[in-house]
């Protein structure tokens, strides 16, 4: 298993550009979720979801939008790119059945906005 | 009032020491605890899970929940080098908006 991959791992946008952060498990995990991590800081939720077509939001959405139309796939999309928006995101995916709960980290997208 | 808060340390201990770290929180619905791990320039990696209060141990880890103290704990005993990096606590009232603390980095000299 690959486990949770994620692309690009760096990337410097420009203010007022859009992009798009790929997130790909290969665990057939129904919970997914996209954080942030300023420095120095926990991370911070921004979307998720419970299965594919299905997302919420966290708890710092906005200038954000994710879609799920597979189990597999959970894009988050940044619109209009801010300063405020350089930081780290990480994606993840879980596992839960009964008092056991797995959960796996990507390795991060580096993004810079200037 | 942040709604988790923990020191950030930087917290150095010898090589075989406990290590004590925690996290107090002000929402009283909080049900789900969790520790991380992280190393440098890496993602976070899920270390203990807890539901509700009580106490649970996984090898050298230790994991306590205090609901009345609002107040959660890890103890890692007989610390090694490779345990050297940075922990975050969270928790939540439904197992998936979690709330983050900052993080208390940990060094451990050989």
């Known amino acids: 298993n690959a486990g949770v991959t994620q692309t690009p791992k760096f990337r410097i946008l420009k203010i007022g550009q859009s992009m798009t952060l790929q997130c790909t498990q290969d665990?057939?995990?129904?919970?997914m979720y996209w954080y942030r991590q300023d420095p120095g800081m926990g991370l911070k939720l921004i979307y998720y979801s419970v299965g594919a077509g299905i997302t919420d939001k966290g708890e710092v959405p906005n200038g954000y939008n994710v879609s799920r139309s597979t189990t597999e796939d959970f894009p988050l999309r940044l619109e209009l790119a801010a300063p405020s928006q350089t930081s780290v995101y990480f994606c993840a995916s879980s596992y839960s059945r009964g008092a056991t709960i797995k959960q796996y980290f990507g390795p991060g997208t580096r993004l810079t906005v200037t | 009032q942040k709604e988790v808060e923990q020191d950030p340390g930087p917290l150095s201990v010898p090589e075989g020491a406990i290590v004590s770290l925690n996290c107090t929180y002000s929402n009283s619905a909080f049900q789900y605890f969790m520790w991380y791990r992280q190393y440098s320039r890496k993602g976070p990696e899920l270390l203990m899970y807890t539901y509700s209060s009580g106490n649970k141990e996984d090898g050298r880890f230790t994991a306590q929940v205090d609901k009345s103290s609002k107040y959660i704990s890890l103890f890692i005993r007989d610390s090694q080098p490779s345990d050297s990096a940075t922990y975050l606590c969270?928790?939540?009232?439904?197992?998936?908006?979690?709330?983050f603390g900052a993080g208390t980095r940990l060094t451990v000299k050989p």
């Open positions: 969270a928790m939540s009232a439904d197992n998936n908006d979690m709330r």
């Open positions: 665990m057939n995990h129904n919970y």
